[in-house]
């Protein structure tokens, strides 16, 4: 042990103390036993780790009363079986992936060991090396935890889309959603919450673990200091938590508090880019669960695609509805004015020819009258019907495009029409729903604009039929009109838009887009 060390890289010193040396720097903390078990020596890598200042504090200590003594599964070993402490009476090495020591305040901490015989004068010793492995358990238990949340969040999901696809009311919707969070972020109670124009708040969906007064339908004005931290956090677009319940005033406050609740946290609603609402949670323990914040935002967006599902839904099916009415608003004119029009015209025709046949017949000399009465009938007929069926589409339409389908329409309003058209003949579905785009659009410019001049444009860009009709008149047309909505159904028919802008004072345009197809 004494031999001079001048063969490794000129070093001159024992190998005593190039040892010491080197256990001194190393960040791995190790300590050494005799054969009795007793600590005589422990770098500064242990003596931090365990506690203590300086060295004498340990050493001549017994190792497993001082540092460990208890297994991870709760055994208690006497100093003549622990498991760290074998090498010196086996001389093999033991080594432990999770076991627990002991800080001098008496605190526990895991870590994981190697312990290796050392051959001493006295028999037989071993060197202990340990690592601290509380960060990395830590760190292992957040991710294992977040896993679970995630696996959690992914079976809400699917069962989430399954009512949503399964065409389930948004109330069912919702009240399911609610009843998922709680189970997932394991909290009490959580209600989604609607904003309205008037500035109050309607319970769309609830669930809670004991009886609320935010039962789904209420509406609460969440005007008091309570609900000032949520809506403040919500408006910016960022969750928001209460640690406390108990610092805050106000009837809702009161009303949280009186069903146990401690602490509370929520987030945003986001759909299709516009605020909607927020998703509040609270708890009746004294802490929030673990990053409640950041898996009730992932909530929200779980929440904002189911609204727009169900808002698509039925945003489809009211369209649907439109179109049907349309229809049958358009057959039953088409019948009207049949029997008003031309079938009145045509039974008059019959009738004539029949007394005119009568009357050849009898020789009678007003026979020529009664032919020219029914030729002027069936003429009056022939017109009604091409009136008829010029109002579902022109003839200018179908045999010239949509140009000259606007030029026709443009001949018979009462202000100058500017006929901006640049394309050529399109697929018939698309000339049709464009040609009645502009036919409405100039129908409500006759009606109700006061316009001096309107320009119509369509030109053909990036694979899209672009639709313009722009008029200087008063401005302030509704979206919600009968006829544009009956557009927008139209254009959705083919995957098309549509566009209005019309500020008060400001003119009116239409504008429409419809992507060209093979």
Not at 373 to 396: C, K
Not at 486 to 509: H, M, N, Q, Y
Request: with cysteine; net charge negative.
């Amino acid at each position: 042990m004494a031999r001079s060390l001048t063969d490794l890289a000129g070093l001159n010193v024992s190998a005593e103390d190039f040892l010491a040396a080197v256990l001194e720097a190393a960040g791995q903390p190790i300590w050494v036993v005799d054969s009795d078990g007793v600590i005589r020596f422990a770098n500064p890598a242990a003596l931090g780790a365990l506690g203590y200042d300086r060295a004498d504090e340990l050493l001549g200590r017994r190792s497993h009363e001082t540092i460990h003594y208890q297994h991870p599964d709760g055994t208690v070993y006497p100093a003549t079986e622990c498991p760290m402490l074998r090498p010196r009476t086996t001389g093999e090495t033991v080594a432990s992936d999770l076991d627990w020591f002991f800080r001098r305040d008496g605190s526990m901490f895991p870590v994981s060991y190697v312990s290796v015989p050392l051959a001493i004068p006295q028999g037989r010793g071993a060197v202990v090396a340990f690592t601290d492995i509380e960060d990395r358990l830590r760190a292992e238990r957040v991710l294992r935890e977040h896993d679970a949340v995630l696996a959690a969040q992914q079976a809400s999901l699917r069962r989430i889309a399954g009512l949503v696809t399964g065409g389930a009311a948004s109330a069912d919707i919702f009240a399911a959603i609610a009843r998922e969070v709680a189970e997932v972020l394991r909290v009490t109670m959580v209600q989604i919450w609607r904003s309205e124009p008037d500035g109050t708040f309607t319970v769309r969906g609830a669930w809670s673990e004991r009886p609320q007064p935010f039962r789904a339908g209420t509406n609460w004005a969440l005007d008091d200091p309570a609900s000032a931290p949520f809506l403040r956090a919500t408006q910016a677009g960022r969750p928001a938590t209460v640690e406390s319940l108990a610092e805050l005033s106000g009837p809702v406050a009161e009303i949280v508090r009186a069903s146990g609740m401690r602490s509370a946290a929520a987030a945003p609603i986001v759909v299709d880019g516009a605020p909607w609402g927020f998703m509040g949670a609270a708890t009746d323990r004294e802490i929030l669960p673990d990053r409640v914040e950041e898996h009730l935002a992932e909530f929200t967006e779980l929440v904002a695609t189911a609204i727009s599902n169900t808002q698509a839904r039925l945003d489809l099916a009211a369209s649907r509805a439109r179109i049907v009415a349309a229809a049958d608003a358009e057959r039953r004119r088409v019948v009207r004015d049949l029997h008003d029009g031309a079938q009145q015209r045509l039974v008059h025709t019959v009738i004539t020819l029949k007394l005119a046949r009568q009357a050849l017949e009898d020789v009678q000399g007003d026979a020529p009258a009664l032919v020219t009465e029914a030729l002027h009938h069936a003429d009056e007929a022939t017109s009604e019907l091409r009136e008829l069926a010029h109002g579902i589409l022109p003839s200018q339409l179908t045999h010239g495009g949509l140009r000259a389908g606007v030029h026709a329409l443009a001949s018979r309003m009462p202000v100058p029409v500017g006929n901006e058209v640049s394309v050529d003949r399109l697929p018939p579905a698309i000339e049709a729903t464009a040609y009645f785009v502009i036919a409405e659009a100039l129908t409500n410019v006759a009606k109700h604009s006061g316009a001096r001049r309107v320009t119509v444009t369509a030109w053909v860009q990036d694979g899209t039929l672009r639709i313009r009709v722009r008029d200087d008149g008063v401005g302030g047309a509704r979206p919600d009109g009968a006829g544009l909505l009956g557009l927008a159904d139209r254009l959705a028919v083919l995957d098309g838009r549509l566009a209005l802008e019309s500020p008060a004072g400001g003119g009116t345009l239409v504008a429409a887009e419809l992507p060209l197809r093979d």
